[in-house]
């Protein structure tokens, strides 16, 4: 077998870093990206982009930890170089503040952002009603940047992207040897997962050029989060809720609950809403498959189901991803042992 041909159903930050991964990883192959929707029009263009993961419950601790060191070192390199404005990457410092004494009180990602601490009595007494609180130094990775930013890349190291609505994972067959299922909510079809489900997420961005630090409560319902060209205020976690229309009283109910911890905020203006719908499932789904009907074989490579942590866990999903796509690669140019009769 010459060169393999690799498909990658998604567009959004899953879809696009694992096909430059397989680029990357994968000799001899040709890198499909099909979707029906680009940035910006992804979840991933809606999300804060905050590298501050979630707990999975259905995924050891040391798999997300590595996960997310992959991700934090991989833009941390982006954020030292000249590509970081084109990137949309960016340091920014702040604080996680609690009501109540969490019962971690130091995350299993602690020593991977950078300098993290617990918060000082004078450094709380800017949050009155919070009793505990943690400072530190992570990354922002701002989607609609980001997603074209690795368009540009795949695009540079031969990669094609498709415009198109996938039905079903048989479609691409036999135009493709390998099918990589990015397809986020997208996969409850798909994949008939079952798993799979909407948390809905409704945010702000608005212009309050003078807030530069990071405010996230501890539930993670309420956040700030300044990027480059404005701050996203946040936030919902509406589970089974598919309403992509912004909701009026959720954006006043949002504005205040950031106005009560940044009371500079009250002056923020050019106020937009945002909407995404977080694909979430206890695990993220990273695994291989081998879809039969007779005859026909087509492996398929699942990556998706992060929920809030897509981009705080990207590129190190994605690089297992690519490594089970090589390992797809390996089966199908390894000619299968001929029977003895």
Known sequence: MGTVRIATVGAGVMGLSTAVCISKLVPRCSITVISEQFSPETTSDVAAGMLIPPVYPDTPIHKQKQWFKETFDHLFAIANSAEAEDAGVLLVSGWQIFRSIPTEEVPFWADVVLGFRKMTEDELKKFPQHVFGQAFTTLKCEGPVYLPWLEKRLKGSGGLILTRRIEDLWELHPSFDIVVNCSGLGSRQLAGDPKIFPVRGQVLKVQAPWVKHFIRDGSGLTYIYPGISNVTLGGTRQKGDWNLSPD?????????????????????????????????????????????????????????GHGSGGIAMHWGTALEAARLVSECAQALRTPAPKSKL
Do not use: F, M, N
């Open 248 to 304: 009026a009283e959720i954006s006043k109910g949002i504005l205040s609950r950031c106005c009560a911890l940044e009371p500079s905020l009250h002056g923020a203006c050019d106020i937009r809403e945002k909407v995404g719908l977080r694909p979430t499932r206890p695990g993220v789904r990273l695994e291989k498959e081998l879809l039969a009907q007779g005859s026909r074989r087509l492996p398929v490579v699942h990556h998706y």
